[in-house]
């Protein structure tokens, strides 16, 4: 049968659920939701022809739609048969009233919770009923959490870049899980409501959270080790494998001429001695750690990564901070050296890397263009330590 059913009719009110629709009308003020009622829902029905040609199933069809009658209206039509005489046949269905449309699909108890959560809203933070109208559906899986949330923002607004940790901050019901588990619905939000000078725009995301909005954050820490005996942090017993704090460690005065920083724990701890030189436990992408040191720009700074597109991706990275980064054993004569122990990439990165040398960016273009097989990589901790010495000499 190719005319409208009564499940068809409520797919129709449901995509408008999915689509936010019939939430975001309660957000409407002095609204109770009926601005868009009477709605009218799309119905196909037979033909002159085929109620001829197939009358019992029109009746049969009727009978379907008739069955929820009290939760949308039937518009009826006669149609005259010469045969048939005249006949009452739906034209049009109409659902008049919103808790019928909710009804229909099941959702009036989750219709009830929205609707109470606006009005809080409305009463405490009424700047943000904008997002609640955008994102209905969102609001409502957090409508156990909403109040405190609100309570949240409310305490915020009051107490600006409060530069305390989300653990100290003493609310009712408010804990830090709570804040942590719902970041980034909190930044969304905060962003409507906080007066722009109490926002840091250079922190973003779920990480630059407490920092965007002025609470303390756990400090970034920096792993390193001095690799000249005579350099030592600590007592010459001690062992050298220390972490200090990104602010501690931006503090240090070392007699030393060379950074080296690689990814792999491994090659970190086994990292051979090297006159006036320490070696940093990289972290991958991301080096916020290592931003706000000023004294890395006087240094000379050599990046060991692997042999792949992700390697140079992160190479290329560290460069936007600290431009004079030298790449060591991530060539092509190492690569090859080394075939016999190539792995395999799962997802290569594949954007063009505006700061390698023409060099590097030769390797990189090869191994995203497959020039020596698909995915092609090899890890540093592959690498002999023959070829790390030999290339440690040059440095």
């Not at 700047?127 to 949240?152: H, I, Q, Y």
């Not at 501690?248 to 006036?276: G, Q, R």
């Amino acid at each position: 049968m190719t005319w409208t059913t009564s499940a068809e009719l409520k797919i129709q009110v449901q995509k408008l659920w999915d689509r936010g629709v019939l939430l975001a009308s309660l957000c409407e003020k002095e609204s109770d939701g009926e601005s868009l009622f009477p709605l009218r829902l799309t119905l196909k029905g037979p033909s002159s022809r085929e109620l001829s040609e197939r009358f019992q199933e029109v009746r049969d069809w009727i009978g379907q739609l008739s069955v929820a009658t009290d939760l949308y209206r039937i518009e009826w039509r006669s149609v005259k048969h010469h045969v048939l005489g005249a006949n009452e046949i739906p034209a049009a269905i109409w659902i008049d009233k919103l808790s019928d449309a909710l009804g229909l699909i099941g959702k009036r108890r989750a219709a009830e919770q929205f609707a109470a959560l606006v009005e809080l809203t409305r009463d405490k933070q009424s700047e943000l009923l904008p997002w609640l109208t955008k994102r209905p559906l969102r609001a409502l899986e957090l409508v156990n959490d909403w109040p405190r949330l609100l309570e949240v923002i409310g305490w915020l607004l009051e107490h600006p870049r409060p530069a305390i940790y989300l653990r100290q901050l003493d609310l009712p019901g408010v804990h830090s899980k709570l804040i942590e588990g719902h970041r980034g619905v909190l930044a969304e939000l905060l962003d409507l409501v906080m007066p722009e000078n109490s926002i840091d725009g250079t922190h973003t995301g779920i990480g630059g959270f407490c920092r965007r909005y002025g609470f303390l954050d756990k400090p970034s820490r920096v792993r390193f080790r001095m690799l000249d005996a005579n350099v030592r942090l600590l007592s010459r017993e001690a062992d050298q494998d220390i972490t200090l704090t990104q602010s501690a460690f931006a503090s240090l005065e070392l007699p030393i001429s060379k950074v080296f920083i690689t990814e792999n724990e491994i090659n970190f701890l086994a990292f051979p001695d090297v006159s006036n030189a320490l070696v940093v436990f990289g972290a991958g992408y991301g080096f916020d750690h290592l931003k706000a040191v000023p004294w890395l720009h006087e240094k000379k700074i050599y990046y060991w990564g692997d042999i792949d597109t992700h390697g140079f991706a992160i190479l290329n990275q560290l460069r936007g901070f600290l431009p004079h980064v030298v790449s060591l054993l991530m060539d092509q004569q190492t690569l090859l050296a080394h075939r016999a122990l190539w792995g395999s990439e799962a997802r290569p990165e594949t954007g063009t890397l505006t700061r390698l040398t023409s060099e590097e960016s030769a390797v990189y273009d090869q191994l995203r263009q497959n020039h020596w097989g698909e995915g092609i990589r090899l890890e540093q901790e592959r690498i002999g330590f023959d070829f790390l010495r030999d290339a440690l000499r040059r440095c």
